[in-house]
């Protein structure tokens, strides 16, 4: 839902047409999404219009990149690990 919002303001209809999903399901999606501060939702007599708030997404992106630093430094060092591993295993053969 979010990359069709990155794209332009749907209604719910329109978010939930390419998941084949009801209204009731997608509107609990975008209530979701709401909460979270990623979709403000704009009532227009019976029309919902949705909006990505993409700031927010901007600041996930912000935290899972200094877990990603944090993850590929370990797994740095597990390869560094496996690969001596491996040398010293053939070595010995």
Avoid at 54 to 68: P, V
Wanted: positive net charge; glycine residues 6%; proline residues 1%.
């Amino acid at each position: 839902m979010l990359g069709h919002l990155a794209e332009r303001e749907l209604t719910i209809g329109e978010l939930a047409t390419p998941f084949s999903m009801s209204f009731a399901g997608a509107s609990k999606h975008v209530r979701v999404l709401e909460h979270a501060g990623l979709v403000t939702r704009t009532i227009r007599g019976r029309t919902h219009l949705c909006r990505l708030q993409a700031a927010r997404l901007a600041e996930a992106d912000a935290w899972l990149r200094r877990y990603e630093r944090f993850w590929n430094d370990r797994l740095d060092s597990l390869e560094a690990l496996l690969r001596a591993e491996d040398e010293a295993q053939a070595k010995k053969k």
